[in-house]
């Protein structure tokens, strides 16, 4: 099923809820048999409809936080590599140490012996319906996480890295990696909640014959064969449009 945009999700629910106040005004004279369209059962799928919504909402709140989180805890890792590397190269180590440090920062940083052949996707904050997108995202900060673990096992290494400096010291930099750990997680899962919850809505909306979009045309479609084209009944829904998942 196609997914479509927010505001066509809340254009659709808007104008469902429009149909139906139409709907209520037509009195005994609106009597389809299809069950679908019966009043009570309109109304029902409307808030159904309204509590999924609601729950995408709050779910991509919580969402934005965890992303907000994430971000927090890994900014200026570059800088603090910097920081790092003359850190190690105050504490006696050998340039054989050194080098083989600067290996494992130089991964921290991203920065590459060669030009990549693509482009490298942007980190997280682009729509949340780009799936490739927003794990190519997270996938970078699994890397970051992978290579900061690793620059703390090559400082602990040698035992010569022993920092006055709690936020270098390698017990500070524990805390830093557990900190992206937790945050990473977190966005994960918010991730999965609100795909899940944008899955459920678009069943109600879009599931062919019985979502909110093809109950809604074809109550248009019988306020048309009975009230006919031209009658105010049929002009009074006609700007009511809805929109399938396509």
């Not at 620059?151 to 602990?156: C, F, K, N, S």
Request: net charge positive; proline share 4%; hydrophobic share 40%.
């Amino acid at each position: 099923m196609a997914k479509q945009s927010e505001s066509t999700n809340a254009k659709n629910l808007t104008h469902f809820a429009a149909l139906i106040d139409v709907l209520l005004t037509f009195g005994a004279t609106y009597r389809p048999v299809n069950p679908l369209l019966a009043l009570p059962a309109m109304e029902v799928q409307l808030l159904k409809a309204q509590e999924a919504q609601e729950l995408c909402n709050q779910r991509k709140s919580a969402y934005s936080l965890a992303v907000d989180k994430q971000q927090l805890n890994f900014t200026d890792l570059s800088r603090l590599a910097t920081h790092i590397g003359n850190a190690f190269k105050a504490a006696g180590t050998t340039a054989q140490d050194q080098a083989t440090l600067e290996s494992v920062l130089r991964r921290l940083k991203g920065v590459r012996a060669t030009k990549p052949k693509a482009p490298v996707a942007p980190e997280a904050g682009m729509p949340v319906n780009a799936k490739s997108t927003i794990s190519t995202a997270q996938m970078s900060y699994a890397n970051r996480i992978d290579n900061f673990a690793l620059l703390i096992e090559t400082l602990r290494s040698g035992g010569l890295y022993q920092p006055n400096e709690q936020h270098l010291s390698v017990a500070g930099l524990e805390i830093r990696l557990n900190d992206m750990r937790q945050s990473h997680r977190e966005v994960s899962v918010a991730l999965a909640g609100l795909q899940e919850a944008r899955d459920k809505r678009d069943a109600l909306l879009y599931t062919p014959g019985t979502g909110v979009a093809d109950v809604a045309r074809a109550a248009k479609t019988y306020i048309k064969s009975v009230y006919g084209a031209t009658s105010a009944q049929y002009k009074h829904v006609t700007g009511l449009h809805f929109t399938s998942a396509g």
